[in-house]
């Protein structure tokens, strides 16, 4: 099935660890998105990536680390995880039209991270 | 002042009812609106987008946008139970940024 895919879809560990979740998309599309719903539900980017070129970076804590392989594939790698790291992660894609024009974008299913 | 506001609810609606959802946005520029439905411990799906004043119909949803106001609006016709969802407005300003209101949690009781 075409889709943007997440793993891993659940995932508990402990304070000062260190996680990664995968994303892939195969719509074709060139740009990909991640970003974190926290527990009032409230979905916020965090980073874009543009062909493997980074074009959105909020303002995230540098113990977050994404990396884009390919443009099918965007990874988000966080270091020594806190407790305020725990909400849902969602991976996205959409085709860019220009700079300042794209398409819609579509989500993954999530990755819900619970830091005990 | 929130980028993109909406009222949480829950909007109660009875079953055959059109449900009304709005939002408001502060950036004057931008240029496009979306609207994603999301089912509880789902992610968003994208139901309707819209990116010029007036109305644009899909089904039984309709988006109306007035840039002039800095609102855009969902109507569900015939709200079904199974419409029971949170409702998240999503505005694109220039740069491919997407913001996300809040979300409105919508509920069509039989």
């Known amino acids: 099935d075409t889709a943007v895919s997440q793993t891993p879809k659940y995932l508990v560990t402990q304070m000062g660890n260190d996680k990664s979740i995968k994303c892939e998309q195969n719509l074709g599309h060139d740009t990909m998105y991640w970003y974190k719903q926290d527990s009032k539900k409230f979905l916020k980017i965090m980073f874009s990536y543009n062909n493997k070129e980074l074009i959105i970076n909020e303002t995230v804590p540098n113990r977050f680390s994404p990396k884009s392989p390919d443009k099918a594939h965007l990874n988000l790698h966080i270091n020594s995880l806190e407790l305020g790291d725990s909400a849902v992660y969602f991976c996205?894609?959409?085709?860019?039209?220009?700079?300042?024009?794209?398409?819609?974008?579509?989500f993954g299913p999530g990755t819900r991270l619970t830091v005990t | 002042q929130k980028e993109v506001e909406q009222n949480s609810g829950p909007l109660s609606v009875p079953e055959g009812a059109i449900a009304s959802l709005n939002c408001t946005y502060s950036d004057r520029g931008s240029q496009s609106f979306f609207w994603y439905r999301q089912y509880s411990g789902k992610s968003p799906e994208l139901i309707m987008s819209?990116?010029?004043?007036g109305d644009k119909e899909d089904g039984r949803f309709t988006a109306q946008l007035n840039k002039a106001s800095q609102y855009v609006s969902l109507l569900i016709r015939d709200s079904q139970p199974s419409d029971s969802a949170t409702y998240l407005c999503a505005v694109k300003a220039a740069g491919n940024k997407l913001t996300f209101g809040g979300g409105t949690r919508v509920l069509v009781k039989p």
């Open positions: 819209i990116y010029s004043n």
């Open positions: 996205a894609s959409s085709q860019v039209i220009s700079r300042t024009q794209s398409y819609e974008q579509y």
